[in-house]
């Protein structure tokens, strides 16, 4: 089993800055893939950004330029710096991975975190 433990969201005004870090852990063998996707009430999950092993960052039309997706291989954390933010930034964001473990290959989800745009 892989856990994901995301943390970094919140209240900011537009304009303002976040950084959302998600801490994955477990008996992990390799990370295939991580990412962030975002949800609102009555709309689905939507892709924000992903980054595969050994590749470049991947991001929604929405959030180029704005975001900024790194990780830090060594301790399995994905970090998303998340700038210019706007009204509708504003959703629970996701945690995801595709990892093998000593489970085996599974995708797996964080909890979520709130991030709230507005003035």
């Known amino acids: 089993q892989v856990q994901l433990v995301e943390s970094g969201g919140g209240l900011v005004q537009p304009g303002g800055s976040l950084r959302l870090s998600c801490a994955a852990s477990?008996?992990?063998?390799?990370?295939?893939?991580m990412g962030w996707y975002r949800q609102t009430p009555g709309k689905e999950r939507e892709l924000v950004a992903a980054?595969?092993?050994?590749?470049?960052?991947s991001y929604a039309d929405s959030v180029k330029g704005r975001f900024t997706l790194s990780r830090d291989n060594a301790k399995n954390t994905l970090y998303l710096q998340m700038g210019s933010l706007k009204p509708e930034d504003t959703a629970v964001y996701y945690c995801?991975?595709?990892?093998?473990?000593?489970?085996?290959?599974?995708?797996?989800w964080g909890q979520g975190t709130q991030v709230t745009v507005s003035s």
């Open positions: 477990g008996v992990i063998f390799k990370i295939n893939a």
């Open positions: 995801n991975t595709q990892a093998v473990s000593i489970s085996g290959r599974g995708i797996y």
């Open positions: 980054i595969t092993s050994g590749g470049s960052p």
